[in-house]
């Protein structure tokens, strides 16, 4: 393998969730409010400074350095290779926010 690997860390993704919570900090979906208990848990986990920007190793912090975000989100955020958007970039491209019906 040829190329720079970057390992993931479950302590610090328990920590990110802990701080920032289940709910996508860009549109405001919720997984499990969603599907159920099926998806109770589900998030996905997005370093606010790409990690191949950070010239080596790097502390990071997951208060302030990660957010939780759904997988659409997250996937419109590094939709193109040349730009990642920022959060605040993503959440003025928004048109739509979830309702979720009882």
Known sequence: YYGTRYERDSKLRAKVIELHGLTCKACAFNFETAY???ARGYIHVHHLIPISKFGGDK???P?????TLCANCHAAIHRRRDVTLSL????????VRWVVKD
């Open 88 to 95: 605040e970039q993503l959440i003025k491209t928004i048109k």
């Open 63 to 67: 208060k302030t350095d990660m957010v």
């Open 36 to 38: 159920g208990d099926y």
């Open 59 to 61: 502390p990071v912090d």
